[in-house]
């Protein structure tokens, strides 16, 4: 059985897959979202490395962030232009994914320490 946050990051990294498929804007933005997939399955592994794990979580967050900067960036270049899919809430979501992931982390390692001090 595996563990919540397990199923989180799956899920946050399979919204930024789909994102990174419909994204038509830019290959940066593209190399963002496939960055943000890349670290959101590479931290599944990371189990039982608990602070690493949610670092490595943070990070994804820090570039699905700068994800919507530079779509920011890129609407702003268009003069306003640049018509909103649905598809670009995506990263929204897995940003949500990534920070319930994070939260149950954080959970686990608390859980652990309080474990260790009553041995």
């Known amino acids: 059985?595996?563990?919540?946050?397990?199923?989180?990051?799956?899920?946050?990294?399979?919204?930024?897959?789909?994102?990174?498929?419909?994204?038509?804007?830019?290959?940066?933005?593209?190399?963002?979202?496939?960055?943000?997939?890349?670290?959101?399955?590479?931290?599944?592994?990371?189990?039982?490395?608990?602070?690493?794990?949610?670092g490595v979580a943070m990070l994804s967050m820090v570039i699905l962030v700068a994800w919507y900067v530079m779509l920011a960036v890129y609407n702003n270049d268009l003069g306003g232009g640049y018509e909103f899919r649905w598809t670009d809430a995506l990263p929204a979501v897995a940003i949500v994914l990534a920070f319930m992931a994070r939260k149950g982390i954080m959970h686990d390692e608390k859980v652990v320490k309080g474990y260790d001090r009553i041995r």
């Open 1 to 54: 059985m595996l563990r919540p946050q397990t199923w989180y990051l799956v899920a946050a990294a399979i919204c930024a897959i789909i994102a990174a498929i419909a994204n038509t804007a830019t290959t940066a933005m593209l190399l963002l979202l496939i960055a943000a997939a890349g670290v959101l399955l590479s931290a599944i592994p990371l189990f039982s490395r608990r602070p690493l794990q949610a």
